[in-house]
């Protein structure tokens, strides 16, 4: 699903067409489930920042008034559902590491920046992940709402909170490291390739209270 497709599914929903709302909630709830388990590092922990997030997007749902950034809006929402999670969760790291912390970055010509399409598409996708994983938190959020969820430098911004600078800088570098990462695995096999977990299916009470949430909405929006 692109993000016309996207647009059209969000629109549908604040009209309160309820066909809509399995649809959205099987397309982002994966998407959420994926980006919070690289976030976040365990399977059980995006699976309750997957439902935290879609109760709060449909809480809110109402106030969405740009149907064509819904992508963005509740990657917002999944990043800070994500980091309140990490801050409670008795496996976060005692300390995050600064951006000055980092390796800084290499030049490495432009059309090697971005991660291999071919390698996305393939059985090679739990390598990418597995890839990804190894990045620093700062590099790796990034990389994957450009480049995986393929949003805008400022969409990125916005969702981090941080400039565009930042964005742009912080994607040159996760690219790099990305990239020698996937060399690594080619050249010497040195990733885990098991596959990327999925998310569990949703239980009745979790789609009861998802829906239930969603509908109560629906009146202030229309």
């Known amino acids: 699903m692109d993000q016309r497709d996207e647009t059209e599914l969000a629109r549908a929903l604040l009209a309160g067409e309820t066909n809509a709302f399995e649809r959205f909630v099987e397309h982002f709830r994966s998407k959420v489930f994926h980006y919070s388990w690289l976030m976040c590092g365990r399977p059980e922990d995006a699976e309750e920042v997957a439902q935290e997030t879609l109760l709060k997007v449909f809480e809110n749902f109402?106030?969405?008034?740009?149907?064509?950034?819904?992508?963005?809006?509740?990657f917002r929402i999944a990043k800070n559902a994500?980091?309140?999670?990490?801050?409670?969760?008795?496996?976060?790291?005692?300390?995050?590491?600064?951006?000055?912390?980092?390796?800084?970055a290499a030049e490495v010509p432009a059309g090697e920046l971005t991660p291999d399409r071919s390698i996305l598409g393939s059985e090679l996708r739990a390598v990418m992940d597995r890839a990804i994983a190894e990045l620093p938190p700062a590099y790796r959020a990034v990389v994957l709402l450009r480049d995986l969820e393929e949003l805008s430098t400022e969409e990125t911004a916005h969702i981090l909170d941080v400039s565009t600078d930042v964005v742009k800088t912080?994607?040159?570098?996760?690219?790099?490291?990305?990239?020698?990462?996937?060399?690594?695995?080619?050249?010497?096999?040195?990733?885990?390739?098991?596959?990327?977990?999925?998310?569990?299916?949703?239980?009745?009470?979790?789609?009861?209270?998802?829906?239930s949430t969603w509908r109560g909405a629906i009146p202030r929006a229309l």
């Open 170 to 211: 912080r994607l040159h570098r996760g690219r790099l490291a990305l990239k020698q990462t996937l060399d690594c695995y080619v050249n010497n096999h040195c990733l885990d390739d098991q596959p990327s977990p999925d998310p569990t299916p949703l239980t009745a009470e979790e789609r009861a209270a998802l829906y």
């Open 62 to 74: 109402g106030q969405l008034r740009e149907p064509e950034r819904v992508r963005g809006w509740v």
């Open 82 to 104: 994500c980091l309140m999670h990490r801050r409670k969760s008795v496996f976060a790291p005692a300390q995050e590491m600064s951006i000055d912390e980092l390796p800084p």
